[in-house]
Protein backbone atom coordinates (compact mmCIF):
# COMPACT_ATOMS: atom_id res chain seq x y z
CA UNK A 1 0.00 0.00 0.00
CA UNK A 2 3.00 2.39 0.25
CA UNK A 3 3.96 1.83 -3.23
CA UNK A 4 0.61 3.61 -3.85
CA UNK A 5 1.77 6.56 -2.09
CA UNK A 6 4.97 7.02 -4.55
CA UNK A 7 4.97 9.56 -7.57
CA UNK A 8 6.98 7.63 -9.42
CA UNK A 9 3.83 5.20 -9.38
CA UNK A 10 1.64 7.79 -10.00
CA UNK A 11 3.65 9.18 -12.86
CA UNK A 12 4.09 5.49 -14.38
CA UNK A 13 0.43 5.29 -14.29
CA UNK A 14 0.16 8.23 -16.09
CA UNK A 15 2.43 8.32 -18.49
CA UNK A 16 0.83 4.74 -19.32
CA UNK A 17 -2.64 6.23 -19.87
CA UNK A 18 -1.26 9.01 -22.13
CA UNK A 19 0.68 6.45 -23.97
CA UNK A 20 -2.88 4.05 -24.53
CA UNK A 21 -4.53 7.23 -25.02
CA UNK A 22 -2.16 8.82 -27.91
CA UNK A 23 -1.48 4.82 -29.26
CA UNK A 24 -5.13 3.72 -29.27
CA UNK A 25 -5.51 7.60 -31.45
CA UNK A 26 -2.87 7.14 -33.92
CA UNK A 27 -4.42 3.03 -34.24
CA UNK A 28 -7.84 4.81 -35.54
CA UNK A 29 -6.32 7.66 -37.88
CA UNK A 30 -4.40 4.53 -39.16
CA UNK A 31 -6.69 2.39 -39.71
CA UNK A 32 -9.00 4.96 -41.22
CA UNK A 33 -6.22 5.85 -43.59
CA UNK A 34 -5.78 2.49 -44.35
CA UNK A 35 -9.64 1.87 -44.78
CA UNK A 36 -9.37 5.02 -47.91
CA UNK A 37 -6.61 3.60 -49.46
CA UNK A 38 -8.47 0.04 -49.41
CA UNK A 39 -11.62 1.60 -50.84
CA UNK A 40 -9.79 4.07 -52.93
CA UNK A 41 -7.73 0.94 -54.88
CA UNK A 42 -11.47 -0.99 -54.59
CA UNK A 43 -13.19 1.86 -56.59
CA UNK A 44 -10.50 1.98 -58.93
CA UNK A 45 -10.27 -2.22 -59.84
CA UNK A 46 -13.57 -1.93 -60.23
CA UNK A 47 -13.64 0.86 -62.78
CA UNK A 48 -11.19 -1.00 -64.41
CA UNK A 49 -13.04 -4.49 -64.26
CA UNK A 50 -16.48 -2.72 -65.74
CA UNK A 51 -14.28 -0.90 -68.69
CA UNK A 52 -13.20 -4.87 -69.41
CA UNK A 53 -16.17 -6.35 -69.34
CA UNK A 54 -17.63 -3.91 -71.39
CA UNK A 55 -14.83 -4.25 -74.17
CA UNK A 56 -15.37 -7.75 -73.80
CA UNK A 57 -18.80 -7.08 -74.22
CA UNK A 58 -18.32 -5.38 -77.33
CA UNK A 59 -15.71 -7.93 -78.64
CA UNK A 60 -18.29 -11.17 -77.89
CA UNK A 61 -21.08 -9.01 -79.66
CA UNK A 62 -18.85 -8.47 -82.83
CA UNK A 63 -17.64 -12.20 -82.64
CA UNK A 64 -21.58 -13.40 -82.57
CA UNK A 65 -22.58 -10.88 -85.46
CA UNK A 66 -19.33 -12.52 -87.44
CA UNK A 67 -20.58 -16.34 -86.81
CA UNK A 68 -24.23 -15.47 -87.56
CA UNK A 69 -22.90 -13.61 -90.83
CA UNK A 70 -21.17 -16.82 -91.71
CA UNK A 71 -23.98 -19.15 -91.28
CA UNK A 72 -26.10 -16.80 -93.10
CA UNK A 73 -23.63 -16.86 -95.99
CA UNK A 74 -23.53 -20.79 -95.72
CA UNK A 75 -27.40 -21.20 -95.67
CA UNK A 76 -27.37 -19.56 -99.31
CA UNK A 77 -24.26 -20.89 -100.16
CA UNK A 78 -25.91 -24.49 -99.54
CA UNK A 79 -28.78 -23.45 -101.44
CA UNK A 80 -26.88 -22.48 -104.34
CA UNK A 81 -25.49 -25.73 -103.73
CA UNK A 82 -28.53 -27.20 -103.49
CA UNK A 83 -29.75 -26.09 -106.99
CA UNK A 84 -26.70 -26.75 -108.58
CA UNK A 85 -26.71 -30.24 -107.90
CA UNK A 86 -30.08 -30.55 -109.21
CA UNK A 87 -29.40 -28.94 -112.21
CA UNK A 88 -26.64 -31.63 -112.35
CA UNK A 89 -28.91 -35.00 -111.79
CA UNK A 90 -31.46 -33.74 -114.30
CA UNK A 91 -28.49 -32.93 -116.90
CA UNK A 92 -27.38 -36.72 -116.02
CA UNK A 93 -30.85 -37.87 -116.49
CA UNK A 94 -31.23 -36.06 -119.68
CA UNK A 95 -27.80 -37.32 -121.42
CA UNK A 96 -28.49 -40.77 -119.98
CA UNK A 97 -32.32 -40.84 -121.61
CA UNK A 98 -30.69 -39.76 -124.77
CA UNK A 99 -27.48 -42.18 -124.74
CA UNK A 100 -30.90 -44.75 -124.22
CA UNK A 101 -33.05 -43.29 -126.97
CA UNK A 102 -30.28 -43.68 -129.38
CA UNK A 103 -31.24 -46.21 -131.99
CA UNK A 104 -29.91 -49.40 -132.32
CA UNK A 105 -28.09 -50.18 -135.55
CA UNK A 106 -28.85 -52.72 -138.08
CA UNK A 107 -26.45 -55.93 -137.83
CA UNK A 108 -27.10 -59.31 -137.77
CA UNK A 109 -28.20 -60.75 -134.71
CA UNK A 110 -25.64 -61.89 -133.26
CA UNK A 111 -23.55 -58.91 -133.89
CA UNK A 112 -26.56 -56.69 -132.79
CA UNK A 113 -27.01 -58.34 -129.39
CA UNK A 114 -23.09 -57.81 -128.66
CA UNK A 115 -23.17 -54.11 -129.96
CA UNK A 116 -26.24 -53.86 -127.63
CA UNK A 117 -25.01 -55.78 -124.86
CA UNK A 118 -21.87 -53.71 -125.14
CA UNK A 119 -23.59 -50.65 -125.09
CA UNK A 120 -26.28 -51.21 -122.07
CA UNK A 121 -22.71 -51.87 -120.19
CA UNK A 122 -21.55 -48.71 -121.03
CA UNK A 123 -24.89 -46.98 -120.11
CA UNK A 124 -24.35 -48.80 -116.95
CA UNK A 125 -20.72 -48.06 -116.36
CA UNK A 126 -21.94 -44.19 -117.31
CA UNK A 127 -24.27 -43.95 -114.72
CA UNK A 128 -22.48 -45.37 -112.42
CA UNK A 129 -19.95 -43.10 -113.08
CA UNK A 130 -21.56 -40.32 -113.05
CA UNK A 131 -23.59 -41.21 -109.84
CA UNK A 132 -20.36 -41.74 -108.05
CA UNK A 133 -18.45 -38.70 -109.18
CA UNK A 134 -22.01 -36.37 -108.38
CA UNK A 135 -21.59 -37.80 -104.68
CA UNK A 136 -17.93 -36.71 -104.48
CA UNK A 137 -19.12 -33.38 -105.78
CA UNK A 138 -21.30 -33.22 -102.95
CA UNK A 139 -19.50 -34.19 -100.15
CA UNK A 140 -16.24 -31.42 -102.13
CA UNK A 141 -19.00 -28.76 -101.85
CA UNK A 142 -20.11 -29.38 -98.46
CA UNK A 143 -16.50 -29.51 -96.91
CA UNK A 144 -15.69 -26.75 -99.11
CA UNK A 145 -18.50 -24.78 -97.95
CA UNK A 146 -17.77 -25.84 -93.98
CA UNK A 147 -14.04 -24.54 -94.22
CA UNK A 148 -15.88 -21.55 -95.66
CA UNK A 149 -17.77 -20.96 -92.60
CA UNK A 150 -15.79 -21.35 -90.15
CA UNK A 151 -13.04 -19.16 -91.52
CA UNK A 152 -15.74 -16.42 -91.91
CA UNK A 153 -16.89 -16.83 -88.06
CA UNK A 154 -13.51 -17.35 -87.36
CA UNK A 155 -12.73 -14.70 -84.79
CA UNK A 156 -10.18 -11.70 -85.91
CA UNK A 157 -8.08 -9.42 -83.71
Sequence with gaps: MTALLSPRVWLALALAAVLALTHSFAYRSGKANVRAAWDAEKV????????????????????????????????????????????????????????????????????????????LAGNQLFAACTAELQDLARVADNHASDVKTLRAAWPVK
Aim: charged share 25%; proline share 4%; hydrophobic share 40%.
Design 44 to 119: IQLSEQKEADRENRKIDSARTNGVIAAQNAAVVRNQVLQADAASAVAERKRLLDAIAAIPAPDMPSDAGNASNQSS
